[in-house]
């Protein structure tokens, strides 16, 4: 368990945030075959990478759950598919943020998405790596990623 400190100067108070990695689960993994890959020209100008990201918060459950995807397209044809679930167990999620149904926002007392997506993108790239060795793609590892611009792409869903 990891344990975060977030001093709070307004109230002259700490927080303590305990968080974990509980499970990682693959939702989707597809690839084509590498005969019919064989034909298409594949190169680092051909080859387009999209990324996605989600986070769903369980306050309930003291969960955050990061899904994480990526997709290669030659051609706008697609070659691979990937998409995996990251569950973070938080000991006292009201410590992280809070739900204003009201107004339909969330309230982050303590910004742990981007640790969080960080580490579900590089546990991504090594799925992803032992998935396409031994393939036409293994020459092409997942790239590196403006996390700035995937969090801008993140979307946040409240679980019931």
Known sequence: MLRICIKEEYMNTETNILFSLESIEEILYSISSCDSMAHTCINRETLRVQFMTQTFLNIKNNQVKIKVGTKYDIQEVSVLNLELLFVFGINNID????????????????????????????????????????????AYPLPLIDLQELIKQNTFHVEE
């Open 95 to 138: 410590n992280l943020v809070s739900v204003d149904r009201d107004n339909m926002k969330l309230n982050f007392k303590a910004d742990l998405i981007p640790t969080f997506i960080n580490v579900a993108i590089g546990g991504m790239r090594g799925v992803l790596y032992e998935k396409v060795k031994s393939t036409i793609l293994e």
